[in-house]
Every structure is written in C-alpha cells, then in structure tokens.
C-alpha cells in the first residue's frame, strides 16, 4: 500500500486550502499538479510582490505536499484592469 494521499483527500484539500487562503492578497490560485517523486500534489500560485513572509505559505496541507510557484501580478478572477494609453501615443 503506497503513502501517497488519496486522490479524494487531494481535492479535499485543494478545496480547503483555497477556502482558508483565497482572500489573502498573495494568493493567486490552487490547483493538483503531478510531481515525479511524490505523485499528486498540491499547487499553489503566490504573487510574491504581495507576500510578507515565506511562513505565510504551507510546505504541506492537511497532510498534502505543497508545491510553491510564484506568479506575478495578475489580477484576481472578476477583477479587470485598465492601462491607460501612455502620454504622447497615438
């Protein structure tokens, strides 16, 4: 029998890391990702020009490995945003 979490507990998980980290202002983003010495594992996009600390971001997650990708500055889902034109162009 391996150790390797369940895919069921995987998506649990996935569901719960999002609903307890969703409205931080660094998170961007939670997925299940393939991991070749572990199998499945967690994915979780940061904004790291919105993150204060590292030890803000979990290593593992209700018994789940935690895989880190720092994605910069997009907006979050529903969210738009509008450059104006630059001064001069036409």
Same mark, same amino acid.
């Given at each position: 029998?391996?150790?390797?979490?369940? !895919?069921?507990?995987?998506?649990?998980?996935? #569901?719960? /890391?999002?609903? +307890?980290?969703?409205?931080? &202002?660094?998170?961007? =983003?939670?997925?299940?990702?393939?991991?070749?010495?572990?199998?499945? !594992?967690?994915?979780?996009?940061?904004?790291? #020009?919105? /993150?204060?600390? +590292?030890?803000?971001?979990? &290593?593992?997650?209700? =018994?789940?490995?935690?895989?880190?990708?720092?994605?910069?500055?997009?907006?979050?889902?529903?969210?738009?945003?509008?450059?104006?034109?630059?001064?001069?162009?036409?």
């Amino acid at each position: 029998m391996s150790d390797e979490p369940s !895919v069921e507990k995987i998506r649990a998980a996935k #569901d719960a /890391l999002k609903e +307890e980290f969703g409205n931080r &202002a660094w998170f961007r =983003g939670a997925g299940i990702a393939p991991d070749e010495h572990s199998g499945l !594992v967690l994915r979780l996009n940061v904004d790291p #020009d919105e /993150l204060e600390t +590292e030890d803000e971001v979990p &290593a593992t997650y209700k =018994g789940v490995k935690v895989t880190t990708v720092f994605i910069h500055g997009y907006a979050k889902r529903g969210a738009r945003q509008v450059t104006p034109p630059k001064k001069g162009a036409s």
